[in-house]
Structures are given as structure tokens and as C-alpha cells.
């Protein structure tokens, strides 16, 4: 999975001008599922994203999580993230999850997200959404939690002789 954090003052998003998600102080996540991604990416993601120290402390050091700081979380869905511009001037979305699969990737990793922080507002999967923030900093972080590798055919199991 793939993810662009930023660490905003505010942040909304709205469809047909519509705010559908909303929040104060805290992370902006854009969202993106990949190709291969598992539920247990999108854990370890989450994880991540809730203890990840990027707020200041006391002494203005980025010292302190989403959870420490009690911030609001909003989820946005984005699979522009996977975009490969490798091949020329069009970018190419191959990587990117098929829209089924990256709507239950993302619909789980926001149950999640729900279940673990108080405050979590989200997007419209698969909608033209137009996202509002003032970005605090800025602090902008990419973050990424690869599935492993898939096992070579050729190679033994590990244990066996």
C-alpha cells in the first residue's frame, strides 16, 4: 500500500460540493492499494500511521503521534499514488489494485482505522472528490508497506532438504 501523509491544520473533502469528511488538527492520509496488497499491509499501515511521531512536543520537536496529540484522521482514497511515469509523459495506473479489490483494501483499513482512533473521516471511494487543506509546516510524508515478496518456485521451502 501506498500513502501520502500531511499533517494539516484543517482538511475536508467534498463531492458535487458537498462536505462528505472533515477534520481539525491532524493527518491527511491519501490512500492508494497496489497490485498484490494484502489486509496485512494495510495494518501495518495503519500502525504506523497512529504512532507515527510528526507533531511537537513542548519543545516544538516532532515528537508525538496522531494518538498523542488526539488529531483527526481523514482517509482519502487515491490511486493516482501508483501512477508509473517511467514510460513517457502519460502516466500508466497498472500497479494500482482493480477497483474491487482496492475498494475492500480501503473499506478495511478504515474499519480499522475506526476501531483503533477516535476521530476518522474519509472520502468517497472511486469519487470526483475535491480535497480542501491548510498543511501544517508543511510536513509531507510518503510511506509505503510493500507485501512480501512472492516465494520462487524454484527455491525450497525453508526447512525442508
Given amino acids: 500500500m501506498i500513502a501520502l501523509l500531511q499533517r494539516v491544520r484543517q482538511a475536508r473533502v467534498e463531492v458535487a460540493g458537498t462536505c462528505i469528511g472533515a477534520i481539525g488538527p491532524g493527518l491527511l492520509l491519501l490512500l492508494c492499494a497496489e497490485q498484490g496488497d494484502r489486509v496485512q499491509e494495510a495494518e501495518r499501515l495503519l500502525a504506523k500511521v497512529l504512532k507515527l511521531r510528526v507533531f511537537g512536543d513542548a519543545a516544538g520537536k516532532m515528537n508525538r503521534s496522531l494518538q498523542d496529540v488526539a488529531g483527526g484522521l481523514l482517509i482519502v482514497s487515491q490511486f ?6 517511467s514510460g ?5 495506473f497498472g500497479q494500482a489494485a482493480a477497483p474491487a479489490e482496492g ?3 480501503y473499506d478495511d483499513f478504515v474499519a480499522r482505522a475506526r476501531a483503533a482512533h477516535p476521530e476518522v473521516a474519509t472520502g468517497a471511494f472511486g469519487a470526483d472528490m ?5 498543511n501544517d509546516g508543511p510536513v509531507t510524508i510518503p510511506l509505503r508497506m510493500a507485501p512480501p515478496p512472492a516465494a520462487d518456485p524454484m527455491q525450497p521451502e525453508e526447512g525442508a532438504l
Avoid: I, K
Fill in 80 to 85: 493516482t499514488l501508483a501512477a508509473d511515469t
Fill in 88 to 92: 513517457g509523459n502519460r502516466p500508466s
Fill in 103 to 105: 475498494r475492500r483494501l
Fill in 130 to 134: 475535491q480535497v480542501h487543506l491548510v
